[in-house]
T-cell receptor, first 109, second 110 residues
Framework: TQLLEQSPQFLSIQEGENLTVYCNSS?????LQWYRQEPGEGPVLLVT?????EVKKLKRLTFQFGDARKDSSLHITAAQPGDTGLYLC?????????FGPGTSLSVIP | NAGVTQTPKFRILKIGQSMTLQCTQD?????MYWYRQDPGMGLKLIYY???????DKGEVPNGYNVSRSTTEDFPLRLELAAPSQTSVYFC?????????FGSGTRLTVV
């Protein structure tokens, strides 16, 4: 059974602070995706990482795929209230895409 | 483009009733997925499809059935609804990297 774990589960920070969210598994994935979900809406894709060691940047967000393609991290620089939401990682393996439990981020003005 | 459209948005079922959650996409994506999300939790994969005529079980398939007769449509059938099936259901489609999600169906079984 493939499982994805995320840490921390909850994170509350002040505007302007930096933070890192982690996504870990014992399984190897062909790609790993990060989504952001707001209450009452479906998840929205932020990025997909495919190659081990790959780093992608999306404005203030930096995503990294582990060398062994079992883990990933999301780093947010100078967090803003608009970054508040549920951050979900998802791993793709043999056509299945499974999700981690999510990290709920609250950025306080 | 409409993207992924789910209907209905809300539904209340009585225990033992059946219903079909509709999902259609207009992006010509081969891959489609059904997930359920319980309060404060991540998404659990119910069923997925890699193309018309092909479906496979995900993590939590019991109590559900799907069909994929066309590329566009991927309905999810609930037979004999149970309170444990109270959840928000999301349909998604993808082509190569990353999925597009519908806005969800909030289902309550009483």
């Amino acid at each position: 059974t493939q499982l994805l774990e995320q840490s921390p589960q909850f994170l509350s920070i002040q505007e302007g602070e930096n933070l890192t969210v982690y996504c870990n598994s014992s399984s190897v994935f062909s790609s790993l995706q990060w989504y952001r979900q707001e209450p009452g809406e479906g998840p929205v894709l932020l990025v997909t990482v495919v190659t081990g060691g790959e780093v992608k940047k999306l404005k203030r967000l930096t995503f990294q795929f582990g060398d062994a393609r079992k883990d990933s991290s999301l780093h947010i620089t100078a967090a803003q209230p608009g970054d508040t939401g549920l951050y979900l990682c998802a791993g793709e393996s043999y056509d299945k895409v499974i999700f981690g439990p999510g990290t709920s981020l609250s950025v306080i003005p | 483009n409409a993207g992924v459209t789910q209907t209905p948005k809300f539904r209340i079922l009585k225990i033992g009733q059946s219903m079909t959650l509709q999902c259609t996409q207009d992006m010509n994506h081969n891959y489609m997925y059904w997930y359920r999300q319980d309060p404060g939790m991540g998404l659990k994969l119910i069923y997925y499809s890699v193309g018309a005529g092909i479906t496979d079980k995900g993590e939590v398939p019991n109590g559900y059935n799907v069909s994929r007769s066309t590329t566009e449509d991927f309905p999810l059938r609930l037979e004999l609804a149970a309170p444990s099936q109270t959840s928000v259901y999301f349909c998604a489609s993808s082509y190569i990297e990353g999925a597009t999600f519908g806005s969800g169906t909030r289902l309550t079984v009483v």
